[in-house]
């Protein structure tokens, strides 16, 4: 099956930090999605990017689908950033896989 | 428009026993996906149901099962219970009309087997 690696495994920031997460993949994907769990477990949907880039405030994504990575940047970070970022790929088949996750924290 | 729901929330069970796990789709979903994430690690794929079959399934042994209603509702059950199956639980859904299309999870359901 497809094999999943984030980058950096953890991360420690203070507030206002600029930082990058690294997701690679080893196959053909149909779909890409980072996603934050928050603290009790609550997987929220962060962008669905399956190639190209995309912006959400102070959040984007690129996903270069024939290089196999993607990327999560967040600027200007903040304690309310801390967390668990995921990111799933979807197989033409259908069935996702997670990466092993970056644990993000940022220290006010 | 409610999103993934899912039960219960919490539950504690001891070995050997069995539980049932549930969960509605979000609406306009009709395929559902359970997930197992350990304590640590990403979510790890059990299985995905669509019109009411077994249509995928991971790397888990026969005492995980599922089912599908025909309202989409889903549920996972695991039999003889193992210390190693306490997890978080995750319920995923998307229609099926897109196959690769974006995933939206419920809060998950919290097992500890003693």
């Known amino acids: 099956g497809i094999q999943v690696e984030q980058s950096p495994p953890d991360l420690i920031l203070q507030e206002g930090a600029n930082s990058t997460l690294r997701c690679n993949f080893s196959?053909?994907?149909?779909?890409l999605q980072w996603f934050h769990q928050n603290p009790w477990g609550q997987l929220i949907n962060l962008f669905y990017?399956?190639?190209g880039t995309k912006q959400n405030g102070r959040l984007s994504a690129t996903t270069v689908a024939t290089e196999r990575y993607s990327l999560l940047y967040i600027s200007s970070s903040q304690t309310t950033d801390s967390g668990v970022y995921f990111c799933?790929?979807?197989?033409?088949?259908?069935?996702?896989?997670f990466g092993d996750g970056t644990t993000l924290t940022v220290k006010p | 428009d409610a999103g993934v729901t899912q039960s219960p929330t919490h539950l504690i069970k001891t070995r050997g026993q069995q539980v049932t796990l549930r969960c509605s789709p979000k609406s306009g979903h009709d395929t559902v996906s359970w997930y197992q994430q350990a304590l640590g690690q990403g979510p790890q794929f059990i299985f995905q149901?669509?019109?009411?079959?077994?249509?995928q399934r991971g790397n888990f042994p026969d005492r995980f099962s599922g089912h599908q209603f025909p309202n989409y509702s889903s549920e996972l059950n695991v039999n003889a219970l193992l210390l190693g199956d306490s997890a978080l639980y995750l319920c995923a859904s998307r229609p099926d009309s897109n196959r690769a299309g974006e995933l939206f999870f419920g809060e998950g359901s919290r097992l500890t087997v003693l």
């Open positions: 196959d053909s994907v149909n779909n």
């Open positions: 149901y669509y019109e009411e079959e077994e249509r």
């Open positions: 799933a790929v979807t197989s033409n088949a259908g069935k996702s896989t």
């Open positions: 990017i399956p190639s």
